[in-house]
T-cell receptor, first 115, second 112 residues
Framework: NAGVMQNPRHLVRRRGQEARLRCSPM?????VYWYRQLPEEGLKFMVY????????ESGMPKERFSAEFPKEGPSILRIQQVVRGDSAAYFC?????????????FGSGTRLTVV | QQQVKQSPQSLIVQKGGISIINCAYE??????FPWYQQFPGKGPALLIA?????SEKKEGRFTISFNKSAKQFSLHIMDSQPGDSATYFC???????????FGSGTQLTVLP
């Protein structure tokens, strides 16, 4: 009964490169959420997806960031042309389709460092 | 206003003492208030949560107190243990919105 799986755990990219972060939700969970945590700060909502649909992307930067959750495979958070300010921990969470209590489970995160 | 304000930023407590962390919110539409515990290098883990129709919820050594009129809620950790040393985040969400608004976190250190 694996939890939310995120990979890689650590990712180093040079400025201008692309970063791809992957998230496999818990078994039976069809809702995925991405959050970003800057050093010494709380988590900030980025995007909420269901299979093949972006439900709420109100927290996503307008440029360079995109997310998908295909019918098959993990959810992907993609950051194009990374800049130093993108360095942060990125957490994915998932919840069941009928999650009445709104509680969801977080993965261990991907720590992105842009050099 | 979507902010959730959390205090203190850091807290040091002796083993066996009571740890108290406070949060305040502005948006009266919030109807779900969870607390998360985060250890270094790990993701946040749900600790305990409350809805505004109750004023207190207790699970083991952890208690949430909720004051709807003051728009405040707090986490009390009784008989604090060194293993409780972690960062604690309060959060809030509203209605059908699935996103959580987090506080800025409290780094708790319990001294042995």
């Amino acid at each position: 009964n694996a939890g939310v799986m995120q990979n890689p755990r650590h990712l180093v990219r040079r400025r201008g490169q692309e970063a791809r972060l992957r998230c496999s939700p818990m078994k039976g969970h069809s809702h995925v959420y991405w959050y970003r945590q800057l050093p010494e700060e709380g988590l900030k909502f980025m995007v909420y997806l269901q299979k093949e649909n972006i439900i709420d992307e109100s927290g996503m930067p307008k440029e360079r960031f995109s997310a998908e959750f295909p019918k098959e495979g993990p959810s992907i958070l993609r950051i194009q042309q990374v800049v130093r300010g993108d360095s942060a921990a990125y957490f994915c969470a998932s919840s069941p389709a009928q999650g009445a209590n709104y509680g969801y489970t977080f993965g261990s995160g991907t720590r992105l460092t842009v050099v | 206003q979507q902010q959730v304000k959390q205090s203190p930023q850091s807290l040091i407590v002796q083993k066996g003492g009571i740890s108290i962390i406070n949060c305040a919110y502005e948006n009266t539409a919030f109807d779900y208030f969870p607390w998360y515990q985060q250890f270094p290098g790990k993701g946040p883990a749900l600790l305990i949560a409350i809805r505004p129709d109750v004023s207190e919820k207790k699970e083991g050594r952890f208690t949430i107190s909720f004051n709807k009129s003051a728009k405040q809620f707090s986490l009390h950790i009784m008989d604090s243990q060194p293993g409780d040393s972690a960062t604690y985040f309060c959060a809030a969400s509203r209605g059908s919105a699935r996103q959580l608004t987090f506080g800025s976190g409290t780094q708790l250190t319990v001294l042995p």
